[in-house]
């Protein structure tokens, strides 16, 4: 077999903003070790678990555990989509904070009663996560619902099919830096941040 490479690798994605440019609420030292470190390590690990892959069926390496080496490359792709998610739920102030408007404001609207509503039950989603793991704002096509959940890590109760539309890191690496162990006090920061012009532009495809 060629010994070119059979699949494509994955790119750390570049930041959409300057490290320092969610400060004070999320300082340049936490954006710089959880992009340039957790991040990376996550693109660099998935390619690492391709190229064992590619061994594989080039016959390079012939004793393997797949369900490892699945899991593995799981874990990595997902740290690195997830990441790459959230690195676009934050925006610089004068673009981040505030409210959502258009067809998002809409929902939220009729589905909660509105946004003060709607920040409450999101806010106790976040502290709800019992560990390390994603808070997470989805919209159902299906139903035209607004849903919200956690899980834990990078495995587990994702919604099959629905378009992620705002999503929050709760891992120590997100806040450890600059908030200690008071998880409470990055949640209460960042709604200073949130990206509602971005939930609102993915929203927009599936309506």
Known sequence: ??????????????????????????????????????????????????????????????????????????FNINGHKLHAIYWHSMAPSGKGGGKPGGKLADLITKQYGGYDKFRKIFDEVMRSLPGSGWATLYYDPETGNLVFTTFENHYNQHIAELPVLLIVDEFEHAYYLQYKNNRNAYLDAIWNVLNWEEAEKRLSKYL
């Open 1 to 74: 077999m060629s010994s070119a490479n059979l699949f494509k690798r994955y790119e750390l994605p570049p930041l959409p903003y300057k490290t320092s440019d969610l400060e004070p609420h999320i300082s340049a030292q936490v954006i710089d070790v959880h992009y340039n470190g957790h991040h990376k390590g996550y693109v660099n690990g998935a390619n690492a678990t391709v190229d064992r892959l590619e061994k594989i069926l080039k016959g390079d390496v012939t004793s393997y555990d797949i369900q490892g080496l699945l899991r593995n490359l799981f």
